[in-house]
C-alpha cells in the first residue's frame, strides 16, 4: 500500500512538471515570435519612454511622501 500512494505522488509531480516545461516552451515559443516582430525602432523608443514615465511617477510619488513625513 505504501508503494502505490509513493508510486501515484512520484506520478503527480513528474506530470506536474511535464505540464510546467510544456507551458514554459509555448510561452516562449510565442513570445519569441511577437518579439521577432518588435524589433522596430518605434517600438522600443516607446517602450523606453513608457520606462521613463514610470520612473516620473514613482519619483513624485516618493517626494509626496517625504512632504508629509516632514510636515
Known amino acids: 500500500m505504501f508503494k502505490f500512494i509513493l508510486l501515484v505522488i ?5 506530470l506536474r ?3 510546467g516545461v510544456l507551458k514554459f516552451g509555448l510561452r ?3 513570445t519569441g515570435f511577437l518579439r521577432s516582430s518588435a524589433h522596430r525602432p518605434e517600438s ?5 519612454n513608457i520606462e521613463e514615465t514610470d520612473y516620473e511617477v514613482i519619483d513624485s510619488h516618493l517626494k509626496d511622501n ?3 513625513i516632514g510636515s
Open 66 to 68: 517625504e512632504q508629509k
Open 17 to 19: 512538471l511535464v505540464l
Open 28 to 30: 516562449v515559443f510565442t
Open 10 to 14: 512520484a506520478l503527480f509531480l513528474l
Open 44 to 48: 522600443f523608443s516607446s517602450d523606453q
